[in-house]
């Protein structure tokens, strides 16, 4: 199945886009059993897609490397 990434509606921005345009962040989308990322900078680029139980420990580990 092929799933259509381009549809604006499937993505959302990050919480965390940060102040002014808020074009500084990533961009999530939910597909099914799937969650897709992506720079919203660069839209037709590289897509990162997890699948659904990794999302959650995937953004922990990101946090905790922020520490």
Do not use: Q
């Amino acid at each position: 199945m092929r799933h259509t990434m381009t549809t604006p509606d499937n993505w959302r921005k990050s919480s965390y886009s940060g102040g002014g345009e808020g074009n500084a962040c990533v961009e999530v989308a939910h597909l099914h059993a799937h969650i897709a990322i992506r720079d919203s900078k660069a839209p037709a680029r590289a897509t990162l897609t997890v699948p659904n139980g990794i999302f959650s420990p995937f953004i922990e580990a990101l946090k905790a490397e922020e520490l």
